[in-house]
Nanobody, 124 residues
Framework: QVLLVESGGELVQAGGSLRLSCAASGGTFSRYRMSWFRQAPGKEREFVAT???????NYVDSVKGRFTISRDNANNTVYLQMNSLKPEDTAVYYC??????????????????WGQGTQVTVSS
């Protein structure tokens, strides 16, 4: 089972950009579907983006055209490039790994492993 460690979260002004990284270790990274979720204060965890082992991507509607998920299987890392950030993007961002091909990739309960989270704060 992989171990996940996120980094890259910080305070940024609205309209700015950030790139989050999630480094995986201890498993066969290329076999996992990798996703990003986020949780804002007082809100439920929300699916943000996912990328399959073959590179197929999907996003929640609110980030389409602004966020891009990518993966580097050689370096066991998944990224989330976030552009045109808005205050409503403020949240703790988590990466998650899912080994099985079945189930829903937007359902956090389907995932096998989670990182500790990284805080993204967008000021207006």
């Amino acid at each position: 089972q992989v171990l996940l460690v996120e980094s890259g979260g910080e305070l940024v002004q609205a309209g700015g950009s950030l790139r989050l990284s999630c480094a995986a270790s201890g498993g066969t990274f290329s076999r996992y579907r990798m996703s990003w979720f986020r949780q804002a204060p007082g809100k439920e965890r929300e699916f943000v983006a996912t990328i399959s082992w073959s590179g197929n991507r999907n996003y929640v509607d609110s980030v389409k055209g602004r966020f891009t998920i990518s993966r580097d299987n050689a370096n066991n890392t998944v990224y989330l490039q976030m552009n045109s950030l808005k205050p409503e993007d403020t949240a703790v961002y988590y990466c998650a790994a899912k080994l099985s091909s079945g189930g829903s990739w937007t359902d956090g309960f389907e995932y096998d492993t989670w990182g500790q989270g990284t805080q993204v704060t967008v000021s207006s």
